[in-house]
């Protein structure tokens, strides 16, 4: 059974920083491509980053670039985002995406940017 599990999430000042991880259940981690996305409240929910398999290859979105950086440990089976100089505007629900087959979400974490 495939599955995702978001944990880090968690409420952190303006200039402040998190690590989010995200562990991968019941499929060949290490072959598929994963994913980032968030969701703010309104708001449609966004690409943040996406790092390749094998190649580790990363990509992101213009509002995070330069602040987010996203890594996987194969071994372990888990992705990473490791978030710094956060703004109010990165207040959402961060959620994990694995590219296998149709497509896998997590649960999602509550990251929220607040003084």
């Known amino acids: 059974q495939v599955q995702l599990v978001e944990s880090g999430g968690g409420l952190v000042q303006p200039g402040g920083s998190l690590r989010l991880s995200c562990a991968a259940y019941g499929f060949k981690f290490s072959d598929y491509g994963m994913s980032w996305y968030r969701k703010a409240p309104g708001k449609e929910r966004e690409y943040v980053a996406r790092v390749s398999s094998y190649a580790g290859l990363m990509s992101y979105a213009d509002s995070v670039k330069g602040r987010f950086t996203i890594s996987r440990d194969n071994a372990r089976k888990t992705v990473y985002l490791e978030m710094t100089n956060l703004k109010p505007e990165d207040t959402a629900v961060y959620f994990c995406?694995?590219?296998?087959?149709?497509?896998?979400w997590g649960q999602g974490t509550q990251v929220t940017v607040s003084s």
């Open positions: 995406f694995a590219d296998y087959k149709m497509g896998y």
